[in-house]
């Protein structure tokens, strides 16, 4: 399965945002982006001064939700044709279906401190929707699914899952997701909205990227 490897915090500094893909690494004083805020390469100080292109701006902000969420380009894409197929504003559309990912809920339960370290829990069989085992990050959730740490001796013994357990509840959940901690599980009362998004995306240049 293709994958970025290469170093997270360059990517927060070529997009010129916080994409908070360290966890807590992020809020502190270590984080890179922070220290060195200007585009990673030889010339990237140059970069942030020069006026960007409107083609510049597009695709800088097809690149920052897709990195922001984890995808890469040809399942970013598929997202975009099923959302402009559906009905409403494709941009929205786009970014709450993105935003129903099973590894993007796990993260935002407080589970995980990253969304990539979300993806690998799931990936390695830590959690039900609706009582059934699943290992696919990129499983839609719908309204009423209910998403479980799984009940197993492996998960009862493992002091990664222990500390995620006890920081459970230490960044807020979003209003469409009902959290318990006693089973650890959540609970989808509604689909989520553009407002439940708050990270600053402009949707609308990426559906004018992919209209061209």
Known sequence: MARYTGPSCRLCR???????LKGDKCTSDKCPYSRRGQ???????NVSRRRPKEYTLQLREKQKAKRYYGILEKQFKNYFEKADRQPGQTGENLLTMIERRLDNVVYRMGMANSRKEARQLVLHGHFTVNGKKVNIPSQLVRQGDVIALKDSKSNKGSEKIKSLIENIGGRPAPAWLTVATEPVSATVNALPTRADIDF????HLIV???SK
């Open 39 to 45: 585009a990673p390469g030889q010339h990237g100080a």
């Open 14 to 20: 070529r997009e010129g945002v916080k994409l908070y």
């Open 200 to 203: 600053p995306f402009e949707e």
């Open 208 to 210: 004018e990227l992919y």
